[in-house]
């Protein structure tokens, strides 16, 4: 079992659709949580941590599953902008290890 | 600040040549990781550092080696390429480990042919 995985997608939807990932994870010593954001040949950039209580920014809101082992990304009234691909990585000591990412396409 | 840097952009290697991928950050970051990326796949990571002098292994090192002389640098050297080397190469720093947010560079693009 891979210790992150993600549903790899494509994920096509309109603009102005509701979308939701999912990440889980297999190392219950996890303890940091992320969400990248990454554009067709450029390198990962941080779209939000992922807090035990959840957080949001603006349209995204990530929450984070102990008990299960996940967490979630949640992006509201999504922009032609918003495509790209989403990897989530947990952290334990001192590296993070990633997910395969999750590609989202939003259409006009 | 510069942030991380990455040297060269793209490569082409011939089957056994070796080559070195120069990777700088300029923000005194301790954590420094080096990652792979192949098309539709996620990052592997080959090897880190956790300061200067210190290194350890990711979950695919073998063909590469790393040193960490400098808290500023982290070059990888790939001996002997091999067309399963084709990859993306990411280079990342962090401030605190595998806690906080990782800084990417830009990437190079290795086809080994």
């Known amino acids: 079992r891979k210790e992150v995985e993600q549903d790899p997608g494509p994920f096509n939807v309109p603009e102005g659709a509701t979308v939701a990932f999912n990440c889980t994870y297999s190392?219950?010593?996890?303890?940091?949580f992320f969400w990248y954001r990454q554009d067709c040949r450029k390198e990962p950039k941080l779209l939000m941590s992922?807090?035990?209580s959840g957080n949001e920014d603006g349209r995204f809101t990530a929450q984070l599953n102990r008990a299960s082992q996940y967490i979630s990304l949640l992006i509201r009234d999504s922009k032609l902008s918003d495509s790209a691909t989403y990897l989530c990585?947990?952290?334990?000591?001192?590296?993070?290890?990633f997910g395969t990412g999750t590609l989202l396409a939003v259409q006009p | 600040n510069a942030g991380v840097t990455q040297t060269p952009k793209f490569r082409i290697l011939k089957i056994g040549q070796s080559m070195t991928l120069q990777c700088a950050q300029d923000?005194?970051?301790?954590?420094m990781y080096w990652y792979r990326q192949d098309p539709g796949m996620g990052l592997k990571l080959i090897y880190y550092?956790?300061?200067?002098?210190?290194?350890d292994k990711g979950e695919v090192p073998n063909g590469y080696n790393v040193s960490r002389s400098t808290t500023e640098d982290f070059p990888l050297r790939l001996e002997l390429a091999a067309p399963s080397q084709t990859s993306v190469y990411f280079c990342?720093?962090?401030?605190?480990?595998?806690?906080?947010?990782?800084?990417f560079g830009p990437g190079t693009r290795l086809t080994v042919t």
């Open positions: 990342a720093s962090s401030n605190l480990g595998g806690s906080y947010e990782q800084y």
């Open positions: 190392n219950s010593a996890s303890q940091s």
């Open positions: 992922v807090y035990s």
């Open positions: 990585g947990t952290g334990a000591t001192n590296k993070l290890i």
């Open positions: 923000m005194n970051h301790n954590y």
């Open positions: 550092s956790v300061g200067a002098g210190i290194t």
